[in-house]
């Protein structure tokens, strides 16, 4: 017997799943973006795991948390708003973000977004693609 296929996961269903990502979901949850990334899209999104925002400063994660519009602003800065895959990435310079900056691509034995390295790529979800980064992104304008 034929089963049904299982539906695809959004952005944040697809990240939430993985339990590395936790610090992002309640960042993303506590800016608003959560419902954006659960829409229709399609959007790209560059992931920082719990390690890559362990990585900050001490204390810039909860100072993150407390200023709401940095935290959107710094977010928005992580998602471009349309499919990119690692293949288009490689020849691109630079993308524009939802923040409105464009985030930098360079390609050479590695990709890296700002330099943030791209650690897994390509990861489907059902409104875009999710590329995990060793790095939390920071936008100029914050």
Not at 25 to 42: F, K, M, N, V, Y
Not at 55 to 78: F, M, N, Q, R, W
Request: glycine residues 6%.
């Amino acid at each position: 017997m034929l089963q049904t296929p299982k539906r695809q996961k959004n952005i944040v269903e697809t990240v939430r799943r993985t339990g590395e990502f936790n610090t992002l979901i309640t960042a993303l949850q506590r800016a608003g973006l959560d419902a954006e990334l659960a829409s229709e899209g399609p959007y790209t999104m560059f992931a920082p795991s719990d390690e890559a925002f362990r990585e900050l400063p001490e204390g810039a994660v909860e100072t993150l948390l407390d200023e709401p519009d940095t935290l959107t602003s710094v977010l928005s800065y992580h998602i471009v708003p349309r499919r990119v895959t690692v293949a288009e990435a490689a020849w691109m310079r630079g993308a524009p973000t939802v923040n409105g900056e464009d985030v930098l691509v360079l390609c050479d034995e590695e990709i890296h977004v700002d330099g943030a390295r791209l650690v897994e790529a390509d990861i489907e979800a059902s409104n875009g693609l999710i590329h995990v980064i060793d790095r939390v992104l920071l936008p100029a304008k914050i």
